[in-house]
């Protein structure tokens, strides 16, 4: 009789609670994994620019050169500068590129968790065609 109870076990389909249960794991692995390594950021930017907003309203326009979980890395890495004309007092707004700095920084990254949000910036864009001005300039 025992060895008919085996017989009978081995034979036995597996209950669909036991199959539901292991597939809905599965389901909450692949997300949890797709979490942890999704970077967040739009899939591209056709002037290969994106403008980064800090929450404490900072904005940076730069090429991502690379994103994990925690940080940005930016590469070319430009941003508004409010200048005032000493004779007319006017204030006016400037694009910068970063380097020009006394430690001259080469990239810059950010902590993702200090990110508003993330935009690609468009290649007819006033900042695009700023980019592409400063660029075409000769170096100091």
Request: no cysteine.
């Given at each position: 009789m025992l060895e008919n109870d085996k017989a009978m076990r081995a034979t036995?389909?597996?209950h669909p609670f036991g199959l539901v249960l292991?597939?809905?794991?599965?389901?909450?692995?692949?997300?949890?994994?797709?979490?942890?390594?999704?970077?967040?950021?739009?899939?591209?930017?056709?002037?290969?620019?994106?403008a980064v907003l800090t929450n404490n309203g900072q904005a940076f326009y730069a090429r991502v050169a690379r994103s994990d979980r925690d940080y940005l890395l930016l590469d070319d890495v430009y941003y508004v500068k409010q200048v005032t004309n000493p004779e007319t007092k006017a204030v006016s707004n400037v694009l910068v590129r970063?380097?020009?700095?006394?430690h001259a920084p080469t990239a810059m990254a950010v902590v993702k968790s200090s990110v508003a949000f993330v935009e690609p910036i468009g290649?007819?864009?006033?900042?695009?065609n700023?980019?592409?001005?400063?660029?075409?300039k000769p170096e100091n």
């Amino acid at each position: 009789m025992l060895e008919n109870d085996k017989a009978m076990r081995a034979t036995r389909p597996v209950h669909p609670f036991g199959l539901v249960l292991l597939v809905l794991i599965a389901a909450m692995l692949g997300v949890l994994l797709w979490l942890q390594f999704a970077d967040g950021l739009p899939a591209r930017s056709d002037s290969g620019y994106f403008a980064v907003l800090t929450n404490n309203g900072q904005a940076f326009y730069a090429r991502v050169a690379r994103s994990d979980r925690d940080y940005l890395l930016l590469d070319d890495v430009y941003y508004v500068k409010q200048v005032t004309n000493p004779e007319t007092k006017a204030v006016s707004n400037v694009l910068v590129r970063r380097g020009k700095e006394i430690h001259a920084p080469t990239a810059m990254a950010v902590v993702k968790s200090s990110v508003a949000f993330v935009e690609p910036i468009g290649v007819d864009s006033e900042i695009a065609n700023k980019i592409k001005e400063i660029e075409s300039k000769p170096e100091n």
